[in-house]
């Protein structure tokens, strides 16, 4: 299995643009969470989705953060507009309730710089 | 805030040594999670303890978990310079998601 696919990898954009962050969990899990990493706040929760619907979006920041999932092998995490506080990295993992023990399966993340 | 704490921040030891790191947390569990993070990359699971275990080992790992006073300790031996990286412990309190803790940047000396 090639593991929890996100992309881009790295993403510059000017503040005021939309920014698209994209996963594909890994085939036959069916949670998938969005996190946000800082120095200043660590890592934090964004939303999780559990069979494509979403449970908790209490840790989206703004209402400029927007989240879907599609089918059980898409995500998207969406910004619009951007400002360079968003600059972070952006984790996507999965995980599966048939396995139990919640044990989480991390993307390489994608790094968001905001100009 | 529900978020474990992990103890120390940081910690910069010899090769060779043994690193100890600690995590403490609020609510019951139904397990507790150790994580590595090295740099640039993503979380990678490493152990895990249930709530009814006490010790855990794997390898070079060795987790404890004492519920009584919701704490855990994660033990390296014989450390390694691959071993540097950030270890994050996260708590299963229901409900699919994990509690991460804000983590030990662990560096180990050649």
């Known amino acids: 299995d090639a593991g929890v696919i996100q992309s881009p990898r790295h993403e510059v954009t000017e503040m005021g643009q939309e920014v698209t962050l994209r996963c594909k969990p890994i085939?036959?899990?069916?949670?998938l969470f969005w996190y946000r990493q800082t120095m200043m706040r660590g890592l934090e929760l964004l939303i999780y989705?559990?069979?494509?619907?979403?449970?908790?979006d209490s840790g989206m920041p703004e209402d400029r953060f927007s989240a879907k999932m599609p089918n059980a092998s898409f995500s998207t995490l969406k910004i619009q507009p951007s400002e360079p506080r968003d600059s972070a990295v952006y984790f996507c993992?999965?995980?599966?309730?048939?396995?139990?023990?919640?044990?989480?399966?991390f993307g390489a993340g994608t790094r968001l710089s905001v100009l | 805030s529900q978020q474990g704490e992990e103890d120390p921040q940081a910690l910069s030891i010899q090769e060779g040594e043994n690193a100890t790191m600690n995590c403490s947390y609020k609510t019951s569990i139904n397990n507790l999670q150790w994580y590595r993070q090295n740099s640039g990359r993503g979380l990678v699971h490493l152990i895990l303890i249930r709530s009814n275990e006490r010790e855990k080992h794997s390898g070079r790992l060795r987790v404890t978990l004492d519920t009584s006073k919701k704490s855990s300790s994660l033990l390296i031996t014989a450390s390694r310079a691959a071993d540097t990286a950030s270890y994050f412990c996260a708590t299963d309190q229901g409900a699919q998601k994990l509690v991460f803790g804000q983590g030990t940047r662990l560096t180990i000396n050649p």
């Open positions: 993992a999965s995980s599966s309730d048939s396995l139990a023990k919640n044990i989480q399966y």
């Open positions: 989705f559990n069979n494509n619907v979403p449970i908790d």
């Open positions: 085939s036959g899990h069916n949670s």
